[in-house]
């Protein structure tokens, strides 16, 4: 069964979500989501890869962590975590964190089949279970950020748990992607909504309640939401299309990717 089937999913609905319900929901969509996701996107991450995008982009070219050898680095929203087993063979000190039961028990499981094992915890990104300066770098490759009713939150609870000089690097839906619909065809090319609208986009069961929520934050809110939580932003990354890359992973296509950015990275760094 899918997820929706899972999970009741009956309507999509345009209305405000609290952090509560919005956590609810995330846990619940990607514990029901987990062996679907993988199975379909696996071989996109990679079991020992560090994927920022799916334009492709990876750690191992980009180095938007810098030098991780000896880091203690904090994954947020890892999923399957294929990225801090990345960094575990690079030779940092990774935790993974997710907010999925399931998604932490696939982690789990192929570190046991890749033998590269590193530390997991269950905890929202809103809310981190470590104590001040415990990390050296931070990062989410499409992780916690997106789904979370408060991401200015997020960005003083990974300032709080980074030492002096800490790098923080977040990946997210480029915002301008929320003008339109998560169609990787020409459909995909029309502006269905304004950019300016910050309404959750909330799918709900039959008594109202969500099942899967997303956020949207422009830019200018993104950028404000580090500078308040005491960070400096070093760099914006707007990864572009790869030339002859034909993978079209859910609304990311060649097409639209020749068009406009998919993706933003903000490199970020605590004083």
């Known amino acids: 069964m899918s997820a929706e089937e899972v999970l009741g999913t009956a309507a ?15 846990r619940a969509w990607w514990d029901a989501d987990a062996a679907d996701y993988l199975a379909e ?3 996109d991450i990679g079991d020992l890869d560090f994927v920022w995008c799916p334009e492709g982009l990876r750690e191992a070219d980009a180095r938007l962590l810098g030098d991780v ?5 904090l994954e947020v929203g890892c999923g399957s975590a294929p990225c801090s087993r990345w960094l575990a063979t690079q030779g940092a000190r990774p935790v993974a964190l997710d907010l999925s039961g399931a998604m932490l028990a696939h982690a ?5 089949r890749t033998g590269v094992r590193v530390p997991l915890v269950q905890a929202g990104a809103e809310r981190l279970p470590f104590g001040d300066g415990t990390f050296d770098v931070a990062c989410s490759a499409f992780g916690g950020v997106p789904f979370v009713a408060e991401p200015d939150r997020v960005m003083r609870e990974v300032a709080r748990v980074l030492r002096p000089g800490g790098r923080w690097v977040f990946a997210v839906n480029h915002p301008m992607r929320w003008m339109f619909s998560d169609d990787p065809g020409p ?3 029309v502006v269905q909504q304004s950019y300016f609208d910050r309404t959750p986009y909330v799918e709900v069961d039959d008594a109202g309640a969500a099942t899967y929520v997303e ?3 422009t830019l200018g809110d993104r950028v404000r939401d580090v500078v308040a939580a005491g960070m ?3 760099d914006l990354v707007e990864p572009e299309w790869p030339e002859g890359r034909e993978t079209v992973w859910g609304q990311w296509s060649p097409l639209r990717g020749a068009l406009f950015p998919g993706t933003a990275i903000f490199v970020c760094e605590r004083p």
């Open 12 to 26: 999509v609905a345009r209305r405000s979500v609290d952090a509560a319900e919005s956590e609810r929901a995330s």
């Open 41 to 43: 996107h696996g071989g």
């Open 69 to 73: 050898r000896g880091r203690s680095v």
């Open 108 to 112: 789990a499981a192929l570190g046991e």
């Open 187 to 189: 459909d995909g090319l």
């Open 215 to 217: 956020h949207h934050r």
């Open 232 to 234: 400096v932003l070093l």
